[in-house]
């Protein structure tokens, strides 16, 4: 578990700053994680396979690589890492 501590000069509380800062970046991750997903959705239909099958393929060596594909393996991972932020910021915890 990592703790944060956040002092100001001021007599008024950071806390709903913090907390609203942090909900905003949330639903700006939620939108990228739509838009993510909309578009591996997109590629998924064009090709006829999951995201999971291309991955498993591009990583034996089953595909040709393309540009197009390139940009599906690039979706995916901006999807990982999006998802892996919104969990971070979803599991913040604030000590009263």
């Not at 700053?17 to 939620?30: D, S």
């Not at 959705?41 to 064009?46: A, K, N, V």
């Not at 892996?84 to 910021?89: D, S």
């Amino acid at each position: 578990m990592t703790e944060l501590t956040l002092l100001s000069p001021r007599q008024q509380s950071l806390k709903p700053l913090v907390q609203a800062a942090l909900q905003n970046e949330l639903r700006l991750l939620e939108a990228g994680l739509r838009r993510a997903q909309a578009r591996l959705h997109e590629l998924e239909t064009r090709y006829g396979f999951s995201t999971a099958e291309f991955i498993r393929r591009y990583e034996n060596d089953e595909v040709e690589e393309t540009l197009e594909l390139a940009e599906w393996i690039g979706e995916y991972r901006l999807f990982e890492r999006l998802q892996e932020k919104a969990q971070t910021l979803r599991e913040v915890q604030f000590a009263d």
